[in-house]
């Protein structure tokens, strides 16, 4: 009696009852699946942001207002003077460049057609630097449009091809922001989805123009800061820190109504919100599979049953119960691979496609995860049923109708 | 020469205190290679029991048995089923094949279950299947087959490991006459070649192929008689 021998016997044992047996095979088919591409989902996410903030540059410190408002009533909104007072070569030596941003989102007509842009950014030319955006085609506005509050507009690619299709040449046209005509002046490069937002569903104005006709004089959504370099962003943190500290009137031990963020602070807290997501979806799979596991040791149940004369017959003929436990086994453990083999197959050709945005990225770890889980759920679920079929005694099997 | 059955003394109890049942009371009996015994009894008897000690598919509460010289008393369940395999081959009322297999593969089991390389286990149970006359139906499934020809794939089963005894339970309590002639002609046959065979049946037709009938009843042996020499022909 040897492996190979307890092999035969369990193929012959699946392949008797071919429909049962893929239908158990499916249940770990898709939990084995779902366990690789939601994680590949959730992978990519992460992937896409971290790839969305590099892009940023490392050399970028983001000033938003704090969230709650700081220090209550006497919390002071970010203004365009704070972001000018920011450039400032004595007080601030590292800090290159900083640009006031007011985010608001709008409807976008042109003839027939009416487009919601997710981002309409408000902003001064430095930002396009900064935020390493560059021209397809057109020009940017300068900063004369600033000062005149000239109704001009760069677009993302995304949103050039929503609103004038892929044929037309965008600038010069005339477009409707709520009912508000800008003329577009450029268009930019692709940057790609950062998984949460698309970068190229965009639409950059200058901030005086976007201030007084869509968003208003609030506070500014963010200011996007330039330093030097890479190794001066901590320097530049604190020098703006201590600029808006003394223009907030904020005295030391206060609480900020601003926060500052450099890319990679920023990478952090988005990732360990994809983290979460990540972490959510990998649950809900292992769940599947769980499901899947008990569907194994249900229809193994129902097949030692079944085949109890069977099993009496092999054991009046002299099979040990070794070679009882063992075929039985070997059947839930088979059952459980192959499921476990093509859910791997079909979790690699599903993570191929784009799946709602995001480009599913395959984390090896993960098809080893879940392929090894599938196997044990073969043997784990599988010994309860193939136990109690080997501690059957041969004369009761032989008795049973 | 040892005995292929040594009982004595074999007692089975079912229970215990009031509502014990005393299946078989003292059973002694010896069958020597060769023999061809029918054990026949009413339903009740405890025939069944004796079929299931001989069968080594249980163990008697008290009493000893030699099986081919083997005390099976003392043995725990692997070594049981390592007997079984080697030293009985079972034929029983329902036949008993494993459904979905072909007859051969049905013949193989039991050298599956001894460890014997492919090739000599085809061989063999090619062997045992034309001592029964059916090797042209070798890769037939079981559904296949008539039931005449089914209980013929579990005599060539039961024959292939070469064991000490056939032990069959009432073979052709399932079968039409003509099925029964079948087998018995096979019984016969594997005889006159030396196979030790042991029937347990209540058909007066079919102990009178064999060489010796055993009576059992109410547990206990009632009656012993060799009926015809052993090698004479009926």
Redesign the interface.
Known sequence: ??FF?VLRFAV?GLT?NKLRSALTTLGITIGVAAVILLVAVGNGASAAIAASIQGLGTNVVNVSPARGGGQGASARPLTVQDAHALVDPVGAPDVKAASPVVNTTATATYGQTSYDISTVAGTEPAYFATTNRDLAQGQLFTSEDVTAARKVVVLGPTTAESIFGSSTDAVGKNVLLNSIQFTVVGVLQAKGSTGLQNADDVAIAPISAVQNSLAGYGSLSQIAVQATSADSVSLAQSEITAILNARHGIRLGGTADYQIQNSEQLLATRTSATETFTVLLAAVAAISLLVGGIGVTNIMLVTVTERI??I????????????ILGQFLAEATMLSLFGGLLGVAIGLIGSEFTISGIKPVVVPSSILLAFAVSALIGLFFGSFPANRAAKL???DA?RHE | MNPVIAVSGLRKTYGAGETAVHALRGVELTVWPGEYVAIMGASGSGKSTLL?ML?C??IPTSGQYLLDGFGVGKLN??QL??????KIG?I?QSF??????SALSNVE??L????LKRSERRRRSLAALEMVGLSDRAKHLPSELSGGQIQRVAVA?ALV?GPAMLLADEPTGNLDRHSTEDVLGVFDRLNRLGRTIVVITHEDEVAAHAHRVVRVDDGLIVSDEVTRAVGAVS
Do not use: C, H, Q
């Not at chain 1, 009496?312 to 070679?323: N, W």
């Open positions: 009696m040897n021998e012959r008797a004369r069977e009496g017959i092999r054991k009046a003929i002299g099979a040990p119960r070794a070679a005694r041969p004369i032989l | 299931n069968g598919l249980d369940e692997r089923a390592l007997l079984r395999n080697r079972f029983f008993n094949l494993v459904p979905r297999t089991l039991p599956v279950y001894s460890g089963r490991t």
